[in-house]
């Protein structure tokens, strides 16, 4: 596509709910990364795949975040058992890797509210 | 992993003045800087970067940014803002693997 996209563009969910966020990169972009960003902050690096793999996926608070690209394209951030604080702008970005310090492409973001 | 930190988390500022928002980073490894931009309710924008040669890089809208490597700095300057330059800046820093990582943003207010 010509953008990065993610859906849903909003979510509101109920605490201790299971929830799932998609993110669709630009097309040939092998680099994904996931990023939090709370109200006031910057983004807060969660995970970044190189291709299917995660290289690395340091920033995952805990165990109740996962992401996953099976594919090497779509990625899906799942998150269970939500909490209040998980509240957030979930922003998703791309690059391609082959072109070292292409910077990233950002989508729009996921808000989620955990209530 | 590398590290960003942006040392004023706001600037005020009046329109047609000069501004600079201040970004150091930290790395063990060669490094690439970029300046993003976040208008009110709108994504994340490259700004500028840097990834080699000449140490000061223009980017859009009039901005430019010096890197300094011995002082681990990447500075973003304007000589001149606008009302429209209002928004979040965020330095950011990535290897060479584009792993990147950001800074905690610098809002940036231009007033009348």
């Known amino acids: 596509g010509a953008g990065v996209s993610q859906t849903p563009s909003n979510k509101v969910t109920e605490k201790g709910k299971y929830v799932e966020l998609r993110c669709d990169p630009i097309?040939?972009?092998?680099?994904l990364y996931w990023y939090r960003q709370s109200l006031g902050q910057g983004p807060e690096f969660l995970i970044y795949?190189?291709?299917?793999?995660?290289?690395?996926d340091s920033g995952l608070p805990n165990d109740r975040f996962f992401a996953v690209r099976p594919e090497g394209s779509v990625s899906t951030l799942k998150i269970q058992r939500t909490e209040r604080g998980d509240s957030a702008v979930y922003l998703c970005?791309?690059?391609?890797?082959?072109?070292?310090?292409?910077?990233?492409?950002f989508g729009q973001g996921t808000r989620l509210t955990v209530v | 992993a590398q590290s960003v930190t942006q040392l004023d988390s706001q600037v005020p500022v009046f329109e047609e003045a000069p501004v600079e928002l201040r970004c150091n980073y930290s790395?063990?490894?060669?490094?690439?800087l970029f300046w993003y931009v976040q208008y009110p309710n709108q994504g994340l924008q490259l700004l500028l970067k840097?990834?080699?040669?000449?140490?000061l890089v223009k980017g859009i809208n009039g901005f430019e940014a010096e890197f300094n490597k011995s002082q681990t700095s990447f500075h973003l300057r304007k000589p001149s803002v606008h009302i429209s330059d209002t928004a979040e800046y965020f330095c950011?820093?990535?290897?060479?693997?584009?792993?990147?990582?950001f800074g905690a943003g610098t809002r940036l207010t231009v007033k009348p």
């Open positions: 970005a791309s690059s391609l890797v082959a072109r070292q310090g292409s910077g990233a492409f």
């Open positions: 097309s040939g972009h092998t680099a």
């Open positions: 795949f190189q291709g299917t793999g995660a290289a690395d």
């Open positions: 790395s063990s490894v060669s490094v690439y």
């Open positions: 840097y990834l080699s040669g000449s140490t």
């Open positions: 950011a820093v990535s290897d060479l693997n584009n792993d990147m990582r």
